[in-house]
Structures are given as C-alpha cells and as structure tokens.
C-alpha cells in the first residue's frame, strides 16, 4: 500500500494544464518545427543520420526503404513506420525539395498526389548533397544525446555545411504554431551568407540583392516583391504564384493555352480536372478540350480554345478560377535557441553562419588534437629509427609486450603512446625509404597544426575557412534559378463575354414563381403555349441576352436575383422550375409582381417605391440590391413586413429627375383615398420596414399605391363589378399618416370595396384587363365610361354571379415582348 504522503491533491485543470503543456513543447521542438540550424524536423535528422550510420550513402548501391525505415524506428524514433517512410519520401521528391536529400529508385509518388509503393518495394540512398549535411559528424562537432532506450547516442542537429532550411524550405503544424518557409536557390543563399560573412550589418536591401525570392522546384512566377520583402523583414508576408503559360496558335484558326510549369505544391491532376469541369460546366465560353500531356520531358498541360475564343480573358479567368494561380503565405518559424521563433531572413542567414563558425571550430579542436597525437607518435617512430639497433637490442631483451613498452620508456624517454607504436612496428617499415616518410609526414602535421591554430585564434582566418567551403558547395551544387520574380501582383480582369456566350434567349417568369430560360427558335415554335398551369399567368415574358441580369420581386418583400445565363433551360413548352427548388424560406404563398432586366450590375442606379398593405411605405436605393454570394440559395429583402399576412401592395422604380411634380396615391380596401407629396417618403434602408402609409381603420388594409401627376387618373374596379375611373386631383393633397377621404359613395347597405386600382393617362389611356375568381378576363377601355367624380360608385361592368369577383386590373400590354 502506497504511503499517504505520496499521494498528491491536484486539481483536473492543473493537471490538465501541465500535462498539455508538456505535450505541447514535445510536439513544437520534438516534431513539427525545423531547427533554425540544419533546416530539419527530428524525424528527418533521424532519417539521414541512420542512413549513413549504416553506410547507405550516394557511394554505395541502393538498400530497401523498409530497412532504413526500421533502422530509424528501431534506434531513434519511435513511431509508426508510415510517417518515417512518408518523411523520407517525401526528402527524396523534387517536387517538393529543391535539392533532394534522399535518391530513390522505383515510385515515389508524382506531383498528381500519387502515393509512393510500400516500403518493401523502393530503394534509398543518401544523396550527394546529404553528404554535405553529415560531413564532420564524426569529429565531435555536434552534441550527441542518448536515444529513446539509452542503447545508442544521437545527434541533437546535424553539422549541415549548406543553408538546409531556406534552400529547402519547410512546412508544419504544432500547437500553437505552424511554419511555411519556400524553398530558395542554394547559389543565391550562399552569395547572401559570403556577403553577411563579411559585412555583420547588412541591410535587408543588401540581402535581397542576392536571395532575389523563394525558388520553387516546380519553377513558375512570383508577383509580389513587396510581399518578399515584408517576409524577409518580420518572417510574415504574401506572394502571388502563377503557371508559365503560353499562347500556342494552331491551325484552323484556333489557339491553345500551353501551361508548362504550376504554382509550388499545387495537385496537377485535380488542377487539370478542375479547368475540365469548368469547360463541362460552360462556365467560360470557348474551352474546347484539356488535357494532360505531362511525360518524362516535363510538366505539360494543353488547353485548346475554339475559334471564336477570348483567349487572354479565359486566361485570366483561369487563373483566377483554379489553381493555375494561387497565394503563398509565409510563415517563417523554426526552432531558434530551443524555443520557436518567427525569424526573417538576416536572422535565418546569421543562425546557419552561426551554427558553422561552432562546426569549424569544433571540427578544428578535433583535427588539432587527433594531428597533435600523431605529430607525436611520428616523432618517437622517426627517433626510434635513429637508435634501431639499441631499440631492438632493448626489446629483445623485455620478457613480454608490456616489459618491453616500459623498458622503451625507461631507457629511451619514449612515452607509453610512442612505445606501443614503436612495438607494433611491422619490420618492413624498416627502412631508409620509410624514414623519409615520416619525416615528410612530420612536416606535414607541422604545416596542419600551424593552420589549426590559426584558425582557432585568428577569426579572420576562420571565416575565410568558412568562405571556401560554402564557395565550393556552390560550384558543386548550384543550379540555376527556376522560378521567375515579377515587381507587381497583375490584376486579373476578364469580360463577362468570357464567362458566358453571348446570346438573345427568351425568359418567363410566372406569378406562381416558375421561371425558364429557352431558345428564340423554342419560343417562336410554340406558338401561344407557354407551359403554365391555368391558374397561373405570366409576369413577365422577354427577349433579353445572356450577358442581362433579372430582378424577381415578391409580394413578400422579396427579390430573387439571377444572371440571365443561370436561369434554367427549357423548351418554351414547359413549365420551368419553381423558385422553392433553389431559394431556400421560398413561401408557398409567396408571388412574383414585378420583374427588372439590367445590363449591368455594378451600375444599379435610382430609388424604388413599395408599400405594403398593412400601412407601411418607404423608398429605398436600387443599388442596396447588388447581390451577395448567397444569391443562388437565398434571396434579399426589400421591404421587411411587419407581420407575416401583410404583403406588398405596390412597388415602382422612380424615374430620374421627375419625383418633384408626383404624388403618392393610396387607395384602401374600405375605399379611403389619400394622396401626400413624395418628398414626404424618406429612403431607407432595403431591410427597413419604413415609415407609417395611412392612418388605417381595423378592418381596413391598403390594396394598391402608386406615384402619379396631376395629369393621370386612377381606374378601380369592386368587388360587387363596378368600373369607375377618376382624376387623382379628386384626392386632395395633404399629409402621410393620414385617415384619407372616401373615394366611393358610401351606401347603408352593400357598400362598395376596392380590390385593384391602377394608375392611368387621363387623356390617352390604355386599355384594361380585369381578371376574376373565375379565371375570366374582361377587357374595359376607360374612354367608354365617364371620368367620374370622387364620390360617384361608377357603372357595374361584370355580372360577379357568373363570371366571379374581380381581383386583378392591369394595363392591356403588361406580357409586351421585351428587346
């Protein structure tokens, strides 16, 4: 039983705290960020130094990946094979690595995102440039560590004689952190080290003069210096990287967009099904076919356009679209002085010379002392060549190895080091010849130690020693620049012509919210058969163009917006689709009442007039309609109801410069009339409910308004099938908010109720069409009746026993065709 006074009372938050902090420093300096020094995670070093622990180097033959993977779970990482041998996969594409660590036979993936085959099928080996990483491991220049199971000891960095971490960048996820640093030219970075090495204060500028930007494997174009520059100076900043295309003519007239390189780490094959579904799904007007012709030569994606095509504006249009274009983000963390760091790129630069001036001087305590031991062992083998015969008199004379190593010390003042290489002298080294020798190797070690030295004590020296080495990495090493740097991010611009064939269709849109888009040559074969069901009528038939947009209105305070090319295609004969099937909260009550075409939706201009029925009214700014990128899936909201049974009882688009000189003209169900100045309306808001209409009785509700002159005329029709029609001066003109004054007789029985009105021309009106609960439409030119006065009840026109109540009026030509 454990003693009381180990058991500890913690709370769940401290313990959760300390063990996910723990955690936390494990993952951030012991998987995911690279060190600042050698540019490598754990794993990685891990991956590199078991490898050539085990002499699986770029001068041997090719050993099993499965064997190395195991090495490196079995000594030094102890996790799932899988991530050990995506990591060393990974270190060998150069696709992702500018300069490979790794040389693999068989496949190790594509730039398609193909995976790798297992383990037990590819062959690695270091690569010639790993050397470099490794080179002087040997002489005790890095700390080693013990493994996870104290067996055997690890690097804690790698000596890395090359900038690792810029040349090939790293990306990462930890907690808390994460790190995207681009791959660079390995000539441009150590022309900025040479540069550093000798100037401590460079400047950025400096600097840039020689690391121009990132270097992708996979070429391409970077846009954006200002974005390098803000990377460089803080660790943080943005690029542009496009494709290299170009613009291949072919024959017939046609032309073809010719991608030769991609954006750094982009997926090839999803980029080529992407445009593929672009030109499946018509979004830009002209692509004919895409395909890959990628092959041992090189990265190669044909896209052939038709004839006609707008060949720079679907180019931009891609490049906007797909990832034939994308940004870069960088993120420059790495592990600096044991704890992450957001690092520039000086800083960066001045840890690797850092890290190399500890190497070289490590490196040369270590070659000094080994050189001083072996100056001082040829010393005793060159004395004891001098005095041979005594030497070996003297041993001769020892009982055993021992007795003769101590009787050389004794006589001769070796010490034991000289005395045992001076007793196992092989007799063939016994000559003149050999002596010769080791005085040229005595010179030598002479020549070396004199260097050592100076390195270790004059610092000039030494970074002259670091100068050469990093010089000769670069003329080994270096290759040219892949990827193209351009000052400026260009602005894609592309006309809507290349996104949508332009094209005159004809469009209904019905009361009960159908709405088709079909050919002029459907339209014209169907004669009068529209498709709509009986109790349906259309709100709007047209001949507009593809590169048009509509504005849907509802009685609802809706308004449903479309690209004319995005409407739906049908025969002219059916019936279309419903709004429900796309605009979600569509109400099943909810119907269309005005319909708007517009060529150009960034110039949506002048106020609209709406009101509802419950006694509310506002104006509002047709350009708070641009649609957001919801459009497809909901609509917007012009006028708010206040309750849900109130509906929209007029909505009309002003005309410019002619409000001063108009009315508003309410009319209510109870046949009150009211008529205010429509300066009177203030302009509102499109999700705003407005200002208070007319003063409504209980029972009452607005059944139309509109904005008029002093020389039109208001047409009403009632429920009992009376037709009258009347100046709008016969309303005096007063306040909104207002009761109002009867427009109709009142009767002590009966009385008349107002159920559509319609604003008219007094001298020259058109004809009306009244429609009843029956379906029966009834045609009334105002010219044959009176113009009457306010309070006269007309003359009745419609028997409702037979044909129904009246419930719409409008003008005759309302479904005119529109060009």
């Known amino acids: 039983m454990a003693e009381s006074g180990n058991i500890q009372e913690l709370s769940l938050e401290a313990v959760m705290g300390d063990r996910f902090g723990r955690y936390s420093k494990y993952i951030i300096q012991e998987r995911a960020l690279p060190d600042i020094r050698d540019g490598l995670k754990p794993v990685q070093r891990r991956i590199l130094y078991a490898m050539n622990k085990d002499g699986n180097t770029y001068d041997k033959q090719f050993r099993k990946s499965a064997k190395s993977v195991g090495n490196v779970m079995g000594n030094f990482h102890p996790h799932g094979d899988s991530s050990i041998y995506e990591a060393l996969v990974r270190m060998s594409q150069d696709w992702k690595l500018r300069a490979p660590l790794i040389e693999m036979h068989g496949n190790n993936g594509s730039i398609d995102n193909d995976p790798a085959a297992a383990m037990r099928y590819t062959e690695a080996r270091l690569s010639k440039l790993a050397g470099e990483m490794l080179r002087d491991l040997d002489k005790e220049t890095v700390d080693m560590v013990l493994n996870f199971d104290d067996t055997e000891y690890e690097p804690t960095v790698l000596p890395a004689h090359f900038p690792n971490l810029l040349v090939n960048g790293a990306t990462g996820i930890s907690a808390g952190y994460a790190t995207d640093i681009p791959p660079h030219n390995l000539g441009e970075v150590i022309d900025a080290l040479i540069y550093l090495l000798s100037h401590p204060k460079a400047s950025l500028e400096d600097l840039m003069g020689f690391v121009k930007g990132p270097d992708f494997p996979t070429g391409g174009i970077i846009q954006g210096v200002d974005g390098i520059k803000a990377a460089y100076k803080n660790g943080r900043g943005r690029i542009v990287v496009r494709s290299k295309t170009e613009i291949v003519k072919l024959k017939g007239g046609k032309s073809q967009i010719q991608v030769s390189e991609i954006p750094y780490e982009v997926n090839k094959a999803n980029l080529v099904k992407k445009i593929d579904e672009i030109r499946l799904n018509k979004d830009v007007a002209g692509i004919?076919?895409?395909?890959?012709?990628?092959?041992?030569?090189?990265?190669?994606?044909?896209?052939?356009?038709?004839?006609?095509?707008?060949?720079?504006?679907?180019?931009?249009?891609?490049?906007?679209?797909?990832?034939?274009?994308?940004?870069?983000?960088?993120?420059?963390?790495?592990?600096?002085?044991?704890?992450?760091?957001?690092?520039?790129?000086?800083?960066?630069?001045?840890?690797?010379?850092?890290?190399?001036?500890?190497?070289?001087?490590?490196?040369?305590?270590?070659?000094?002392?080994k050189a001083q031991e072996r100056q001082h062992i040829v010393t005793g083998l060159i004395k004891a060549l001098s005095i041979l015969d005594e030497v070996i008199t003297t041993i001769r004379g020892s009982k055993d190895r021992k007795d003769a190593k101590q009787n050389l010390v004794d006589q001769f003042d070796f010490t034991l080091e000289q005395a045992e290489a001076i007793v196992t002298l092989q007799l063939y080294r016994l000559t003149n010849t050999d002596v010769t020798q080791l005085q040229a190797e005595f010179e030598e070690l002479s020549k070396k130690i004199e260097h050592f030295n100076e390195i270790l004590s004059e610092p000039k020296v030494l970074r002259q020693e670091l100068r050469q080495e990093l010089k000769l990495i670069k003329k080994n090493y270096g290759t040219p620049r892949l990827t193209e740097i351009q000052t400026d991010v260009q602005e894609l611009k592309f006309d809507a012509t290349v996104t949508v064939a332009d094209e005159d269709v004809a469009v209904l849109v019905s009361r009960m919210g159908y709405v088709k888009r079909s050919s002029l040559r459907s339209h014209k074969a169907s004669g009068d058969d529209n498709g709509l069901r009986e109790d349906d009528s259309a709100v709007f038939i047209g001949h507009v163009n593809t590169l048009q947009h509509i504005f849907m209105f509802t009685n609802k305070g809706h308004v449903i917006y479309r690209p004319i090319h995005e409407l739906p295609e049908f025969k002219w004969k059916e019936a279309g689709e419903h709004l429900s099937q796309s605009i979600t909260g569509f109400l099943p009550d909810e119907e269309v009442i005005h319909v708007e075409v517009v060529s150009d939706i960034d110039k949506l201009v002048g106020t609209w007039l709406t009101a509802t029925s419950d006694g509310y009214i506002k104006q509002?700014?047709?350009?708070?309609?641009?649609?957001?990128?919801?459009?497809?899936?909901?609509?917007?909201?012009f006028m708010k109801l206040k309750v849900s049974s109130a509906t929209i009882v007029g909505l009309e688009k002003l005309q410019l410069g002619d409000n001063a000189n108009r009315t508003v003209v309410l009319a209510s169900r109870k046949a009150m009339g009211l008529r205010y100045d429509l300066t009177e309306v203030p302009v509102s808001g499109n999700r705003t409910a407005g200002v208070k209409s007319m003063n409504l009785a209980a029972d009452d509700e607005i059944i139309s308004m509109a904005s008029a002159s002093d020389t039109q005329a208001l047409a009403i029709v009632t429920q009992r099938g009376a037709f009258k029609w009347m100046a709008v001066t016969e309303i005096p003109v007063t306040s909104r908010a207002r009761k109002g004054v009867l427009i109709m007789r009142e009767l002590k029985k009966d009385s008349h109720e107002i159920v559509a009105t319609q604003i008219i021309d007094q001298h020259s009106p058109k004809p009306l069409s009244i429609y009843t609960t029956r379906g029966k439409q009834f045609d009334v030119m105002p010219t044959d009746h009176n113009l009457s006065q306010r309070y006269s009840n007309g003359s009745f026109i419609i028997d409702v026993s037979t044909a129904g109540q009246p419930v719409a009026m409008q003008i005759y030509d309302v479904t005119k065709v529109v060009n």
């Open 288 to 369: 004919v076919e895409v395909r890959d012709e990628s092959d041992r030569d090189g990265l190669s994606i044909a896209i052939e356009l038709s004839k006609d095509a707008n060949v720079n504006g679907i180019l931009a249009y891609l490049l906007k679209k797909t990832d034939l274009q994308v940004t870069y983000n960088f993120n420059m963390v790495a592990i600096h002085n044991l704890r992450p760091e957001r690092v520039g790129l000086k800083t960066a630069l001045e840890a690797f010379l850092e890290h190399q001036v500890d190497i070289i001087t490590k490196r040369t305590k270590y070659d000094l002392r």
């Open 620 to 637: 509002f700014k047709f350009a708070d309609l641009v649609p957001r990128s919801t459009y497809k899936k909901r609509s917007m909201i």
